[in-house]
């Protein structure tokens, strides 16, 4: 996530950070250097002018030229103005007292809004919410069908009507739907288009007076850097949306929509989807997404997932038998399996400080989990419960069974052997949480590069 964007400017920070004495020249220099990094990120030119200029005026304040420590607070000062550029605070969903509110979802087609749609749904359920879907996308042949599929997995119910073609009797018609079976949030998937045009606008617009919808959601794919930007401008323009969502921030190196698009619509950001499965959507933190940006993670959101996802009691097991010293590859499966439910391997490690260093140039996914597991479910019940009878006949038996070289089934047993004395460390120590409980050997992800 953003990781093109993080690597150069964390090259530039150090530099600054290194500086003894701060004058005009060095502020200059490091500043022509963010700037050519900004402009390389695709974001905005007139938003890139006003950024540096902000940072040059704070930066040249009495409190950073007597500071003891310049290059630090310069480095704060770039922080706060990267925040303040993406909206400063969250911003929250609205929701009306009358049944349904509604949430209308605008886009060009190919944007995500039909996948985001469900995200959102299964988001709000998860808050208690009662959502309901609305498949108003009439034209794109396989949209209906996707959105019922979606449903489907998340369990929550999609109002379509295949001999319909007008969006606007189908979202009254999934009001009264909605209003009939208790469902108190309607989300609306409207149609989109391969580029703005006049009959799109009048649609989405013509949608927009009739329902009086409390949310109206932009959503644009992150990765389409400026466009994206000129995008929103003519749906606002149009439209006077609530919020933006971006969507393959996961997939976004540069982050040129991400530090633009807040300052050109002046609409805060809300979402961010952040990979492909149906969970995989986070609000918007300015603020945390800053610390992402600029190297520093974002420990708040991986507490938060990590207190969301995992199985305490499930966890708390696994504590006791690393009491008793009984941790095993049965244990070890559990583990990971809790791992894989927090999301993918490159959006848990862009939150923690320091780690995109040690994977830096490596392509890391969750298939390097899944290989893992392949090797340890190709293990008998009785070597699983005891690792310490594996031999070298059990382990070529077990590479032939997974199909991994013997080589990589030895990395794996050497790194669960690695991972229970670092358990036994942990257990001895005071005040360990949950963050203790969870952290993986950071070489563990590298074993199955190709």
């Given amino acids: 996530m953003l990781d093109d964007l993080t690597n150069k400017l964390e090259g530039v920070l150090k530099k600054i950070r290194g500086q003894g004495k701060i004058n005009d020249k060095n502020i200059d220099e490091s500043l022509r250097e963010i700037r050519r990094v900004l402009f390389d990120a695709d974001v905005n030119y007139k938003v890139v002018s006003k950024f540096i200029s902000d940072i040059k005026e704070k930066s040249l304040g009495q409190n950073v030229l007597t500071s003891i420590t310049p290059g630090q607070l310069i480095v704060k000062i770039i922080n706060d103005e990267l925040i303040k550029l993406m909206g400063s605070d969250k911003a929250e969903i609205k929701f009306s007292d009358r049944i349904p509110s509604i949430i209308m979802l605008v886009g060009l087609q190919g944007s995500g809004k039909t996948t985001f749609s469900a995200k959102l749904a299964k988001y709000l359920k998860s808050k208690g919410r009662n959502p309901l879907l609305a498949a108003c996308d009439v034209y794109r042949p396989a949209a209906i069908e996707q959105l019922r599929i979606l449903g489907k997995q998340i369990s929550i119910p999609v109002y379509s009507d295949d001999n319909e073609k007008d969006p606007l009797k189908i979202s ?120 992402r940006i600029l190297g520093m993670g974002d420990i708040v959101s991986f507490v938060e997932k990590a207190q969301t996802e995992f199985d305490m009691s499930e966890s708390g097991k696994l504590e006791e038998k690393l009491r008793r010293n009984k941790f095993d590859y049965n244990d070890f499966l559990s583990y990971m399996g809790q791992i894989k439910k927090m999301g993918s391997l490159s959006s848990l490690i862009s939150m923690i400080p320091g780690a995109n260093k040690l994977v830096k140039d490596q392509d890391i996914d969750d298939s390097v989990l899944t290989k893992i597991e392949s090797v340890i479910l190709s293990m008998t019940n009785k070597e699983r419960e005891n690792p310490h009878i594996i031999n070298g006949s059990r382990r070529r038996r077990i590479a032939d069974g997974s199909g991994n070289p013997i080589q990589q089934v030895n990395r794996v047993i050497k790194q669960f052997e690695d991972m229970q004395k670092m358990m036994k460390q942990f257990n001895k120590d005071k005040g360990r949480g949950i963050m203790k409980r969870m952290k993986l050997p950071a070489n563990l992800m590298n074993e199955f590069k190709a």
């Fill in 172 to 291: 009254n018609a999934a009001i009264q739907y909605a209003r009939e079976n208790a469902r108190d949030t309607l989300i609306i998937d409207t149609a989109g288009r391969l580029a703005i045009d006049e009959e799109m606008m009048n649609e989405v617009t013509k949608i927009k007076n009739a329902l009086d919808p409390e949310e109206i959601l932009f959503v644009v794919d992150s990765m389409t850097g400026q466009d994206a930007v000129n995008t929103a401008k003519t749906f606002h323009d149009k439209l006077d949306f609530d919020g933006v969502v971006l969507t393959k921030l996961d997939g976004d190196t540069r982050g040129g929509a991400a530090l633009s698009i807040k300052a050109i619509v002046n609409v805060p950001i809300k979402f961010a989807g952040i990979g492909e499965k149906l969970d995989a959507i986070e609000q918007f933190h300015p603020d945390r997404m800053a610390s």
